[in-house]
């Protein structure tokens, strides 16, 4: 079955960096776009950013713009969100996303706070 694991996430001072990796298993990972999204208690899930297949599109919106970056690697079956500048208000977690399947990982859990 798909299955995504997200793992990175943690305690950061404001102006920090993390990077949180969700290795995907269960289907043909170069196959399918991905997604991260984030969720803040009480809150409706957000878009962070989205990834196509074969790397060529990509985004990000307009709250993490010009701090975070997705990236993938097939080799590996793993996508990637490099976060830096990292803001309190960028408090969540953070989950991954195969939308094609609708599967989501459990989450991984980044704090940014001094």
């Known amino acids: 079955q798909v299955q995504l694991v997200e793992s990175g996430g943690g305690l950061v001072q404001p102006g920090g960096s993390l990077r949180l990796s969700c290795v995907a298993s269960?289907?043909?990972?170069?196959?399918?776009?991905m997604n991260w999204y984030r969720q803040v208690p009480g809150k409706q899930r957000q878009l962070v950013a989205a990834?196509?297949?074969?790397?060529?599109?990509?985004v990000v919106t307009d709250p993490v713009k010009g701090r975070f970056t997705i990236s993938r690697d097939n080799t590996k079956n793993t996508v990637y969100l490099q976060m830096n500048d990292l803001k309190p208000e960028d408090t969540a977690v953070y989950l991954c996303?195969?939308?094609?399947?609708?599967?989501w990982g459990q989450g991984t859990q980044v704090t940014v706070s001094s």
């Open positions: 996303n195969a939308p094609h399947f609708s599967a």
């Open positions: 990834i196509s297949s074969n790397l060529r599109d990509s």
């Open positions: 269960g289907f043909p990972f170069d196959g399918y776009a």
